[in-house]
């Protein structure tokens, strides 16, 4: 209609910058058009939905199979199912309206063109209010009436196509809510089991039996690399300052895991640290919007006179946005694989860990991460090579930092929705005598990709279907936590042993001496046990106390 009002008679030059103005609105039209069937897109799913269609020759059982084999809700499946195939219903009813409706149309214009009376009455026989004598109007019986009555009945398949498109919108709904908590396919070589005491151990690397005096709690204290007391009082629970040789043990493991990776053909990039909320919805579970991320509300534009308010998110993981990177893209075969070192700093609300962890830095709300991040073919088992590639990269780096460590399978309770499989890198903690996670690895196939509508090859072929990207992540270095494992397996009784390879970050320096007491905790002994003096029984207190008042 834009260029439909311009004169189209003007001179050669005249419509030829005519045509630019045009060419150049209709791009603008166009990306806005790109945008608004990329947020509303029925393709934005996990899994396909093909899949929980029986009649299309799939199996849904299978999908209940799988969610029953995560401990999750079976009932999801049923309802994803239910709520499509009335969808579905809906979908061919309106179609059905739509094209009753374009026939009043036809049939109004070739009265109109024959210049028929439009009739004195658009009352309609009482038959008509019944809705299997409307839907078997035909051009035949149409003819019978006039163009007033046409109208009528043209109003009222409106009305019809109002309610089927509220009730469609409405199982649209429920139908991917439910999608969206259904789980990714598990790989055939995840243990089920719901309990974590039977994660399978596939390798153990080092000496994983030593027990050292000291916890990073106290080490951490003792080289005066953190202050605790000062980091709570400014930003809170779990609040830190960390300085002096702790910034140095940070950075220098930053630069060596970029290092590393950049040496096996990884991209450096660096992320947002926040994301828009219809973005981070692509990337997230809805769980983690209540027990991870903190939701960031400001203006949405430097405009003085703007006063509509954005909600964005703090990002969890360098994953998330690095995800989106390439969001509603094609990837041609040539582009592939995309193989990413994310670095960024991380926050998380920690909502559900209260006790765990309270003192010290290796649970808390702000820390920096590398990560790795691939997309790949779905085809020739591609990602699962990929996935070998990136526990290994992380292998590499423990070893050159003499971490002991063992690889776990995760088992399948355990998984979040996205992963088909999880390989976590649980590392050995003499002071505290545990294992603990320092990496965790995941292959999420084309679950991610759908949602984000990361295609792969260069367009979609004539009656072929539209194929998806594989996405892996996997932890490098989670700066904290390594540090305070360096810190525990490198202690001496004078002082801590800076890796090797950390060196050369760190102005060569070899050796941190401690120049603090231990603390408390460092009273423990290794068993646990407490070697302070127990408190004297209250009777006893009480039998020197003067009681004259």
Not at 85 to 114: H, P, V, Y
Not at 167 to 174: A, D, I, L, T
Request: overall charge neutral.
């Amino acid at each position: 209609a834009e260029f439909a009002n311009n004169d189209r008679h003007g001179c050669c030059t005249d419509g030829f910058m005519l045509q630019c103005h045009q060419l150049k609105r209709l791009h603008q039209l166009n990306n806005s058009l790109k945008r608004l069937r990329f947020s509303t897109s029925s393709l934005k799913m996990v899994l396909d939905l093909e899949l929980f269609r029986s009649d299309k020759g799939c199996c849904p059982e299978k999908i209940r199979e799988n969610q029953s084999k995560r401990f999750k809700d079976v009932t999801l499946v049923d309802k994803v199912v239910e709520a499509d195939e009335k969808w579905r219903k809906l979908r061919f009813q309106a179609d059905n309206w739509n094209k009753l409706k374009n026939l009043c149309s036809k049939t109004i214009g070739l009265k109109m063109k024959n210049k028929e009376p439009e009739g004195e009455s658009d009352l309609l026989p009482d038959s008509l209010s019944n809705i299997e004598e409307l839907q078997a109007l035909n051009p035949d019986t149409l003819e019978k009436f006039t163009v007033l009555q046409i109208k009528r009945i043209r109003g009222l398949i409106d009305d019809y196509i109002n309610k089927c498109e509220s009730e469609r919108v409405g199982c649209e709904k429920v139908r991917h809510e439910c999608l969206f908590e259904v789980g990714n396919w598990l790989h055939d070589s995840v243990v089920v089991s719901n309990d974590e005491e039977e994660n399978e151990i596939v390798r153990v690397v080092g000496d994983c039996t030593t027990k050292k005096k000291f916890s990073h709690v106290d080490l951490l204290a003792m080289i005066d690399g953190v202050d605790y007391e000062r980091g709570a009082n400014v930003a809170g629970n779990r609040g830190y300052f960390l300085k002096g040789p702790g910034v140095l043990l940070q950075q220098a493991l930053i630069n060596l895991a970029l290092q590393t990776l950049v040496g096996s053909g990884y991209t450096p990039i660096y992320t947002p640290f926040f994301m828009r909320k219809e973005v981070m919805q692509e990337v997230a579970q809805l769980s983690q919007f209540d027990e991870e991320l903190y939701k960031v509300v400001g203006k949405g534009s430097e405009r003085d006179d703007d006063t509509a308010v954005e909600e964005k998110y703090l990002i969890a993981t360098s994953e998330q946005p690095i995800a989106a990177f390439h969001r509603g893209e094609w990837m041609s075969t040539s582009d592939l694989p995309k193989k990413y070192a994310g670095i960024s700093s991380c926050f998380r609300q920690e909502v559900g860990s209260h006790g765990r962890d309270t003192r010290g830095i290796f649970r808390v709300h702000q820390f920096e991460k590398v990560e790795q991040f691939v997309i790949c073919s779905p085809h020739d088992n591609e990602s699962w090579k990929h996935l070998d590639e990136m526990v290994n990269n992380a292998e590499k780096f423990y070893q050159a930092l003499n971490i002991p460590y063992r690889i776990v399978g995760i088992v399948s309770g355990a998984l979040n929705n996205a992963a088909a499989k999880k390989l976590d890198l649980e590392a050995w903690f003499p002071g505290s005598g545990a294992f603990r996670e320092l990496c965790s690895c995941s292959n999420c196939t084309d679950y991610q990709a759908r949602r984000l509508l990361v295609r792969y090859g260069q367009t979609k072929k004539m009656n072929d279907k539209t194929e998806l990207c594989h996405m892996l992540n996997a932890t490098m270095c989670a700066s904290t936590r390594v540090i305070c494992c360096i810190l525990e397996n490198n202690q001496t009784e004078e002082g801590i042993i800076v890796p090797e390879l950390l060196r050369p970050f760190m102005g060569n320096v070899e050796f941190i001496k401690y120049v603090k007491t231990a603390p408390i905790e460092g009273n423990k002994d290794v068993k646990g046990k407490s070697n302070k003096k127990k408190p004297e029984k209250i009777e006893e207190n009480l039998k020197n106390l003067d009681v004259k008042e």
